[in-house]
C-alpha cells in the first residue's frame, strides 16, 4: 500500500481527512496527489498536507496514480468520470468512489467501461478520524485491490465490507445518516433538561458527555444493548419510566420508518443519477 499512489478528485473535507488521515500513519505524501479545481483550495491542500502534490487538472492525477478516489458531489460526477474516461481508458487505475449515490455500473460506464470500480460510503466523524465506511466492489475488483481500498479508508476508521451493492443503501440510511440522528438526540436531550430547569451550557454538557460515554461504554464492554439497558433500567426507577414513555410513543415504529424512508431516499437519489446521465 505504502508504494501506491492515491489520487483524489476533488478536494474537499472528505478528502482533505483521508489524505491526512494516510499521512498521520506515515503514508509517504510523495504518494498522495489531488485535483481541485479551485485555487483556495488548492491553497488550503497545500498548508495542512504538505509534500501532497496538488494539481488543478484532474488527467493529470489519473495518468501519476494506480489508485483513484472519486471525491465530488454526486451531481457532477457523471460529467466528471465523462471527461477522466480517456485518461482512465489508457492508465486503468484502480477506482474508489465516495460519492453518495451513483451507481457502479453507472461510474464504470461514464469512465467507459471494464474498470475496477469499488463503492464506498463513509460518515462525517472520518472528519476526526473517528469514522466508520462500508465497501462493495464490483466483479473486476481484486481481493488486492479491495484490500488497498480497506487501507486506505482505514485511516479515518473501521471499514466494514458489504455482500451486495443494494446493501450500500441501507448503509446509506444507517450510518452515512446515522451521525445526524444522535446529534438530534443529543439536542432533545440538551433541550429537554432545559425545560426541567436546568441553565443551557449544563444541559448541553451533560447530554454530550453521556453520549459519549455511554458509547464509548457500548464499545469497550461487548454487551448487548438489551444486557447495558437492563443495567440502568431498575423496575420501577426513574429509567424505567422514560422508557415505558417512549415505547409507549412507538419510538421503535419512528426509528424503523425514518431509516426506510433515507434508504429509499437514497435509491432514488442513485436512479435520478443514472437517469440524467442519460440525457
Not at 497545500?46 to 509534500?51: D, Q, S, V
Not at 481484486?142 to 484490500?147: F, G, I, K, N, V
Request: overall charge negative.
Amino acid at each position: 500500500m505504502s508504494k501506491t499512489t492515491i489520487g483524489f478528485i476533488g478536494g474537499g473535507n472528505m478528502t482533505r481527512a483521508i489524505a491526512g488521515g494516510l499521512l498521520d500513519t506515515g503514508f509517504d505524501p510523495r504518494g498522495i496527489a489531488i485535483a481541485e479545481q479551485l485555487s483556495a483550495q488548492r491553497q488550503l491542500l497545500l498548508e495542512t498536507l504538505p509534500g501532497v502534490f496538488v494539481s488543478d487538472d484532474n488527467a493529470t492525477i489519473v495518468a501519476r496514480s494506480e489508485c483513484i478516489v472519486l471525491a465530488v458531489k454526486p451531481q457532477v460526477l457523471a460529467g466528471v468520470c465523462k471527461d477522466l474516461a480517456p485518461a482512465v481508458k489508457t492508465h486503468r487505475p484502480l477506482i474508489i468512489s465516495i460519492a453518495a449515490g451513483p451507481r457502479i455500473d453507472d461510474i464504470d460506464t461514464w469512465l467507459g467501461g471494464g474498470n475496477a470500480v469499488i463503492r464506498v460510503m463513509p460518515n462525517q466523524p472520518a472528519l476526526i478520524g473517528k469514522g466508520v465506511s462500508a465497501v462493495f466492489g464490483n466483479a473486476r475488483t481484486s481481493a488486492d485491490q479491495l484490500a488497498t481500498a480497506n487501507s486506505i479508508l482505514s485511516a479515518v476508521g473501521p471499514v466494514v465490507s458489504v455482500t451486495s451493492e443494494a446493501d450500500i443503501d441501507a448503509v446509506t440510511a444507517v450510518s452515512g445518516s446515522g451521525p445526524a440522528y444522535f446529534y438530534l438526540l443529543i439536542d432533545m436531550i440538551a433541550k429537554s433538561g432545559v425545560d426541567l430547569g436546568l441553565d443551557e451550557r449544563t444541559a448541553s454538557r451533560l447530554a454530550l458527555e453521556t453520549a459519549a460515554g455511554a458509547t464509548l461504554l457500548a464499545q469497550q464492554s461487548g454487551d448487548t444493548m438489551e444486557t447495558l439497558i437492563s443495567r440502568v433500567r431498575s423496575p420501577g426507577g426513574t429509567t424505567a419510566a422514560a422508557l415505558d414513555e417512549l415505547e409507549a410513543r412507538g419510538i421503535r415504529d419512528i426509528f424503523t420508518a425514518a431509516l426506510t424512508a433515507a434508504r429509499d431516499r437514497a435509491t432514488e437519489l442513485a436512479d435520478a443519477a443514472h437517469e440524467s446521465a442519460r440525457d
